[in-house]
C-alpha cells in the first residue's frame, strides 16, 4: 500500500518537473522571437533611459612639486538602453550600450 503511494508520488513529481520544463519564460520567448524573426519587423526607437552603473575605482599617478603623488578615481558608467517597439507584432525589443564612462578625477591616463 505504501510502495503505490510513493510511485504515484513519484510520478506527479516528474509530471510536474516537465511541467515546469514547457513553461520556462526564458525557453518560451526564445522560441517566440525565433519566429518572429521570420518576419519583417518595423522596429520604431520607443524610448532612451540611461542609468549609471559603478565602474569601481582604479588608481592614477600625477606629479605635484616634482613628487610622484596617487590618486583613487572612482569609473562610473552611464548605460544606454533604447527600447524599441514594433506595431507590426506588438511587441518590444531593448537594446543596451556602454554610453561614456565618467572618471571623478581628471587625469591624462
Ligand atoms: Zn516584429
Ligand atoms: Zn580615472
Known amino acids: ?6 510511485l504515484v508520488l513519484s510520478a506527479l513529481v516528474i509530471m510536474m518537473a516537465m511541467g515546469a520544463l514547457e513553461v520556462d519564460p526564458a525557453k518560451a520567448v526564445q522560441r517566440d522571437v525565433t519566429k518572429m524573426d521570420e518576419l519583417e519587423h518595423n522596429w520604431v526607437e520607443y524610448s532612451v ?14 606629479w605635484k612639486n616634482f ?8 569609473k562610473t ?11 507590426k507584432h506588438d511587441h518590444t ?13 581628471r587625469h591624462g591616463k
Open 1 to 6: 500500500m505504501m510502495k503505490k503511494y510513493v
Open 49 to 62: 533611459d540611461y542609468n549609471e552603473v559603478d565602474g569601481g575605482t582604479h588608481e592614477y599617478t600625477y
Open 67 to 74: 613628487i610622484k603623488r596617487t590618486r583613487t578615481c572612482h
Open 77 to 87: 558608467h552611464i548605460i544606454k538602453t533604447v527600447v524599441y517597439y514594433c506595431d
Open 93 to 105: 525589443k531593448s537594446e543596451t550600450f556602454l554610453d561614456e564612462t565618467i572618471h571623478s578625477h
